[in-house]
């Protein structure tokens, strides 16, 4: 999608720190992590977010589930993790391309809110 930050990452028109690629995801690390390990995972096709999710396009999001327990094992996040997506304005979504905040590396605030 035009004018879309993920999906020109996901072009390779904006450089990322990829760990994680196939065919329908990608994973690359936060640019301004706020934990020692702070990956982002993606579907490379656009969605906007969580909630234009529906019974047409949400095989990737257990797919992402599936990358996520792949990545926690190879960040050696033995001691658990946490799985964030952000939702529009009020859930603090900064780029309109659903997305998933894999954190760990250390014990995690445990505020939701
Ligand atoms: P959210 O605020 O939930 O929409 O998350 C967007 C995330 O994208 C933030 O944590 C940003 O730090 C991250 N971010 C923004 N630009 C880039 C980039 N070029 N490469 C990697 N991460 C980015
Ligand atoms: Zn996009």
Request: charged share 25%.
């Given at each position: 999608?035009?004018?879309?930050?993920f999906?020109?990452?996901?072009?390779?028109?904006?450089p990322?720190?990829?760990?994680?690629?196939?065919?329908?995801?990608?994973?690359?690390?936060?640019?301004?992590?706020?934990?020692?390990?702070h990956?982002?995972?993606i579907?490379?096709?656009?969605?906007d977010?969580?909630?234009?999710?529906?019974?047409?396009?949400?095989?990737?999001?257990?797919?992402?589930?599936?990358?996520?327990?792949?990545?926690?094992?190879?960040f050696?996040?033995?001691?658990?993790?946490?799985i964030?997506?952000?939702?529009?304005?009020?859930?603090?979504?900064?780029?309109?391309?659903l997305?998933?905040?894999?954190?760990?590396?250390?014990?995690?605030?445990?505020?939701?809110?």
């Amino acid at each position: 999608m035009d004018n879309c930050l993920f999906c020109k990452i996901i072009a390779g028109e904006i450089p990322s720190s990829k760990v994680y690629e196939d065919d329908e995801i990608l994973a690359f690390k936060d640019i301004n992590p706020m934990a020692p390990v702070h990956i982002l995972i993606i579907p490379k096709v656009h969605i906007d977010g969580a909630d234009k999710l529906n019974e047409n396009n949400t095989d990737v999001v257990s797919k992402i589930f599936a990358v996520a327990a792949k990545l926690a094992e190879e960040f050696k996040l033995e001691n658990g993790f946490r799985i964030v997506t952000n939702v529009g304005c009020d859930g603090g979504q900064t780029v309109r391309h659903l997305h998933f905040h894999l954190l760990g590396g250390k014990k995690l605030n445990t505020e939701l809110c």
